[in-house]
């Protein structure tokens, strides 16, 4: 029964994990970069939100929005200053450095709109549901729902709309794409807004399932969604759904059997182990062994 | 020298080495994550030998090189296939289990009445060799100093070998390094290798500059600093990294009047630097072209 409870409760969480991975997702598939900056502009719209709360009101819709919002402007201002400067092959390190600033300075600006630190984050009051033992946080079901909800719209975005289309195209091979007629310049920019916005729903749901926001989450959810990619495969969807379900179920077992200090541990671990022995992730191996991401040294 | 000035000195000096490590494992063509794991094996193994089995310092520093040198191979044998994000993030995590691992190891001693010894989150305290030695805060940085010197000296020698040209080929284009007759895999170990022992011999200084030493130190942002030091700075020349150290640590020090606001200023400053000069301000371009202008005015 423990097993299960704790099974059930991982993957509940998991599924804000593999939103973050999917953002995370999103912006390699397109851009072949790695943005360090994701985490920070998170921290963002979060903290925005928090600071915006008592001027908007409007209670846990209104916390949402502005998450949301926040983030996805974040990611637009990080997708200018860092990455549409850098597009060349030689841009990659460049790239990465520059996001890396601005992940300082985001997480900055996020501490001065939480002078305490520590702030509650509205949350959504339901009641816990039980059934023969199995105990399901009300709001957590709801996070769950609201992640199925998002990944079904992206994935509805991305493969029935001219606007996914054209994103696909260009995550194949840009050139093709343009040439074929496809609006390219701004797609960069789409794709940060698109990956902020997804990422604003998985901070808005882990932020008030906690209850409270800490400038420490900008770091933390880089490195969740980070983790959550590189176990499922790098730029596949799938895989970062996959991912981001078996993070949640692997840290809730071993929090649950060895206590809380050995999930970090744990969670190197394995991805070291994953590296080690299949390179691609779990899912996303055909990616690696094409050849052309080695090869490009990305 | 104020001690205040010495000491942000030697901190510059410190932090330069692990810059340098990070621009040794560029040259050919990766991106570490990593380095403050080997800086830290080598805080730690100085700190077991000088304060625990009252070891020399030479003896101490020569021990921390060798273990972070080791290290760094284990790493490279265990990861040598990946490269670019895949390498990055392995050695991500080769460097936070490290650090979480150490925050486990408790092995409290007392020695001489003091506490002493790995103890967890509350690190290695009392590492006591220059108190026991009489090394003022200048002497240390003089000694600092010297080595970085001593080391720089090496690179900048090193530089004009075919060895670094070789180097530099396979993490330009490992493809035709390889169509060369040039063996990448063995380039990436042997400098990964070498950049661990960089890295471990300025962990080694930093413990005994610092006299305690705990995990957190080692943390992630530490080894990513290192990382953009070396990337402001270009990686055109072993001078590249010091400069990115000077810019950060010199305008940080110097606008710490806005010290709220100032890693907006500073975060904003290193992306507009990198848009401008995406290559770093001594990239190889750059270098090349002013070894070729002192060579004309020579001949």
């Known amino acids: ?7 059930i409760d991982g993957l509940l969480f998991g599924s804000a994990y593999a939103l973050l991975a999917l953002g995370f997702s999103l912006i390699f ?4 970069r790695i943005n360090l900056a994701y985490g ?6 979060g903290a925005l939100a928090v600071w915006l709360e008592p001027i908007i009101g409007w209670g846990a819709v209104g916390v949402f929005l502005v998450t949301v919002l926040g983030a996805a402007f974040a990611g637009i201002y990080v997708e200018r200053l860092c990455f549409s400067p850098h597009l060349g092959k030689t841009g990659v390190m460049a790239s990465m450095i520059a996001s890396f600033a601005i992940w300082m300075q985001l997480d900055e600006i996020s501490s001065q709109l939480l002078p305490h630190r520590t702030h509650s984050f509205a949350g959504i009051d339901i009641e816990a549901v039980s059934f023969s033992g199995i105990i399901l946080r009300g709001d957590q079901i709801l996070h769950f729902w609201v992640a199925v909800v998002a990944i079904g719209a992206l994935y509805w975005t991305l493969y029935r709309t001219r606007f996914g289309l054209l994103l696909r195209a260009s995550a194949d091979d840009p050139d093709t794409a343009y040439l074929l007629g496809g609006k390219v310049a701004r797609l960069g920019m789409a794709t940060f807004g698109l990956a902020g916005v997804l990422g604003g729903i998985a901070a808005f749901l882990i932020l008030s399932s906690d209850g409270q926001i800490t400038p420490h989450f900008g770091l933390w959810s880089t490195f969740k969604g980070l983790i959550a990619m590189m176990l499922g495969g790098v730029g596949s969807l799938p895989g970062a759904i996959v991912g981001g379900l078996l993070l949640g179920f692997a840290e809730a077992h071993v929090t649950f059997y060895l206590g809380a200090e050995f999930r970090d541990i744990l969670t190197f671990g394995l991805l070291l182990l994953i590296l080690v022995l299949r390179p691609g992730g779990l899912l996303g191996e055909a990616i690696y062994r094409t050849g052309r991401l080695a090869a490009e040294r990305i | 020298m104020s001690l205040y000035v010495a000491s942000t ?3 510059v000096a410190l932090i330069s080495f692990l810059a340098l490590s990070a621009y040794l494992v560029l040259v050919v063509g990766e991106v570490s994550f990593g380095q403050q794991a080997f800086f830290a094996i080598g805080a730690y193994v100085t700190a077991t030998v000088t304060a625990i089995f009252g070891g020399h310092i030479i003896l101490a520093l020569f021990l921390s090189t060798i273990a972070g040198g080791l290290a760094a191979l284990l790493l490279a044998a265990l990861v ?6 895949y390498f990055a993030i392995a050695s991500l995590c080769f460097a936070e289990l490290l650090r979480l691992t150490l925050l486990r190891i408790r092995i409290p001693l007392e020695i001489d009445g003091r506490s002493t010894g790995m103890d967890g989150p509350e690190g290695f305290s009392n590492i006591r060799w220059i108190f026991e030695n009489d090394f003022e805060v200048t002497d240390f940085l003089i000694l600092t100093v010297v080595c970085l010197l001593a080391l720089l000296l090496l690179l900048f020698y090193f530089e004009r070998t075919t060895v670094m040209l070789r180097a530099r080929l396979v993490g330009r284009d490992s493809l035709l390094a390889q169509s060369l007759g040039v063996r990448p895999d063995h380039y990436r170990m042997a400098f990964i290798g070498l950049s661990g022992m960089v890295a471990g011999f300025g962990g080694a200084l930093f413990a005994l500059f610092n006299t305690h030493i705990e995990p957190q130190m080692f943390g992630v942002m530490l080894g990513v600093h290192a990382l953009a030091y070396t990337v402001i700075g270009g990686l055109g020349a072993p001078l590249g990294p010091l400069i990115g150290v000077g810019i950060d640590i010199g305008l940080l020090e110097s606008i710490r009047a806005l010290s709220e606001y100032r890693m907006i200023a500073f975060g904003g400053l290193v992306a507009v630097l990198l848009i401008i000069f995406p290559q ?3 990239s190889p371009r750059a270098v090349n072209r002013l070894w070729g202008r002192i060579r004309r005015r020579d001949v």
């Not at chain 2, 040598?80 to 994000?85: D, E, N």
């Open chain 1, 1 to 7: 029964m423990d097993f299960l409870q704790t099974s």
């Open chain 1, 29 to 32: 598939g397109i851009m072949k």
């Open chain 1, 40 to 45: 920070s502009s998170l921290l963002f719209g």
């Open chain 2, 9 to 11: 000195l030697t901190n």
């Open chain 2, 80 to 85: 040598i296939r990946l490269s670019g994000l």
């Open chain 2, 280 to 282: 770093g301000l001594l």
